[in-house]
């Protein structure tokens, strides 16, 4: 099975989300694997005006309340399905455009600058971050903005899969390698909503 056949067997289980959130809202920004939890959008810094890229945008939720803030946004997702799910969803919004493509092909192919790149339990967590992190250093502007969040470090590391592989460093590793990479970066985890509860990585990094 490939990955894109991965993730569209994914998309077929995956539900909608809420229509409203539990503060009445019809679009926000979750960085967690919980609702109502965890920070909102002020972590991408001003959006108004600033072009704005998601890689693994899924069904297009989290970007579509980007773009009502004024962002020029742009998501990147592997599978055609939810390129459709989220043209057919949020596809009236100004400002906002869905693209099936593989996150490291549509940067390489691209000769544009972003000021904001972010990922949410997305295609940075699936992809080998030596060949991700340049990559988006190479189309974020200096000063630009790279967030992302996903699940915490396991023992492992990398968990190897046949067709899709998760990169679980912890905090301190990712600050590392985006150092390395041109970034200033900070990672941590924010505790789970309850006790017990597994937390969520999220790196904030801007480019130097
Ligand atoms: C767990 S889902 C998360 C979707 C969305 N960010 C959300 O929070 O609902 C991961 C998404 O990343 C996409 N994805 C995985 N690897 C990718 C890659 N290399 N390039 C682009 N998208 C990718 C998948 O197709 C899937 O829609």
Redesign the pocket.
């Known amino acids: 099975m490939s ?1 894109v056949e991965v ?1 569209e067997r ?2 077929s289980n ?1 539900r909608p ?1 809420r229509a409203v959130n539990a503060a009445g809202a019809s679009t926000w920004l ?1 960085w967690t694997q919980y609702p109502d939890h965890g920070p909102d959008e002020s972590v991408l810094g001003d959006l108004a005006g600033r072009r704005v890229l ?6 297009g ?2 970007l579509a309340h980007l773009a009502t803030l004024g962002g020029n946004c742009t998501g ?4 055609p399905s ?1 390129t459709s799910t989220a043209v057919a969803e949020w596809g009236h919004l100004p400002g906002l455009e869905f693209v099936t ?4 092909a ?1 940067l390489a192919e691209k000769d544009e600058v972003f000021d904001v790149m972010y ?5 940075v ?3 080998d971050p030596a060949i991700l992190l340049p990559a988006v250093r190479d189309r974020l502007r200096p000063g630009g903005v790279l967030a992302f969040s996903q699940l915490p470090a396991t023992e492992a590391g990398v968990i190897a899969g046949p067709a ?1 592989s998760k990169w679980n460093y912890p905090a301190d590793q990712w600050e590392k390698m985006l150092a390395d990479t041109g970034f200033t970066a900070t990672a941590s985890v924010i505790p789970g909503p309850a006790d017990g509860e597994v937390g969520t990585l999220l790196v904030h990094a801007t480019a130097v």
């Open positions: 990955a993730w994914y998309a995956s989300r979750n998601e890689l693994g945008s899924g069904s939720a989290n990147v997702d592997l599978a939810r493509a593989d996150a490291v549509y990922s949410i339990f997305g295609a967590w699936f992809t899709v």
